[in-house]
């Protein structure tokens, strides 16, 4: 069983980390746009438009920060109020 203390840290390495990514997801966003390398491939792999890519890569977006934010930013707020 793990101490608040150390539970605490351990949220709080992986909402650092889940920030990162987030940011590098933001860029790689901004950088891709809709003439990138990887919306070409995309679109070829798998046959649907570049818009369609698009909206799925902002809805993949989303879900991720709407799960960071639930599974750590919130429990680290509430531990971080506990001790």
Known sequence: MMSIETL???LGWCT???ICILLAFLLAMSVIRKD???ITLTVKVFGIS???VLVTMFRVFQQYRL?????N???Y?????MS
């Open 50 to 52: 570049r818009e369609d």
């Open 73 to 75: 930013v919130v429990p």
């Open 16 to 18: 650092a980390i889940n």
């Open 77 to 81: 707020i509430a531990l971080k109020v």
């Open 8 to 10: 605490t840290t351990f």
């Open 36 to 38: 990138g390398f990887l």
């Open 67 to 71: 799960l960071f934010a639930m599974f």
